[in-house]
């Protein structure tokens, strides 16, 4: 996958954006990494709910069958029960079994271990032949299971970057993965991505954004747009 050029401008106000945020909330903290394999079903039950449900599922099933070979082999009812905290289950659990399916026929075990060997684009595009393993999914893996660089784009900052115009309104999410990664530094990207996060859910929300009192307003076009004084 080509990376796009860097926008030296768009990097700047990345690095403004970063340093604001960092200013305004520390240095966030994933929770403990987890094995790849754990993080990729992780993040495939946080899909539209929040951190505390999903994790109440990853424990429950965790508990309930103890390897994934089981849980790739368990009745679907099963799995639907034990992952019903995290919402959506009847559409979770077979994205879940049928993923571990074909890991397995592909790499031969239910073992990503080897990911650690791979550069992070290679890792990128490896997680992201199978079904149901989207840009952000893989790149959160990649940053966050196996310590590479990828820049994950949710749907928080998906919009913030938007109104902020650091990319553009028209960028799709796997634009918006590539554009990002481009503008903001390396090591800059668990922090960032973490931050902006926390912005999104509790000032740049999708309804009512509180652009009063946002820390990054007069870095903002969405706010400049808005007449704001």
């Not at 768009?10 to 945020?21: P, V």
């Not at 990853?58 to 034990?82: G, H, K, M, S, Y």
Request: hydrophobic share 40%; charged share 25%.
């Amino acid at each position: 996958m080509k990376q796009p050029e860097r926008d030296l401008e768009k990097a700047a106000q990345a690095k403004r954006i970063t340093q604001t945020l960092y200013q305004c909330y520390g240095e966030p903290h994933w929770r403990q990494p987890l094995p790849p394999l754990d993080e990729l079903v992780s993040t495939i039950l946080s899909q539209n709910t929040n951190d505390g449900n999903r994790d109440r599922a990853f424990e429950t099933l965790r508990q309930r069958f103890p390897t994934w070979e089981a849980v790739r082999d368990a009745p679907l009812e099963e799995v639907i029960d034990a992952i019903r905290s995290a919402g959506l289950a009847q559409q979770k659990a077979p994205r879940i079994q049928a993923l571990l399916r074909a890991i397995t026929e592909e790499h031969g075990r239910l073992d990503l271990d080897f990911l650690h060997q791979f550069e992070a684009e290679a890792a990128l595009r490896w997680l992201q032949q199978f079904k149901g393993v989207g840009p952000k999914t893989a790149a959160i893996v990649v940053l966050f299971s196996l310590n590479k660089a990828a820049f994950p784009v949710d749907t928080h900052i998906h919009r913030v970057t938007r109104r902020l115009g650091l990319i553009p309104e028209s960028a799709n999410a796997e634009q918006a993965h590539q554009l990002l990664a481009s503008y903001f530094e390396a090591s800059d990207y668990a922090s960032a991505h973490l931050n902006i996060i926390r912005l999104g859910r509790e000032i740049c929300q999708a309804r009512k954004p509180k652009c009063s009192i946002c820390p990054l307003n007069q870095d903002c076009a969405y706010y400049r747009r808005e007449d704001h004084p």
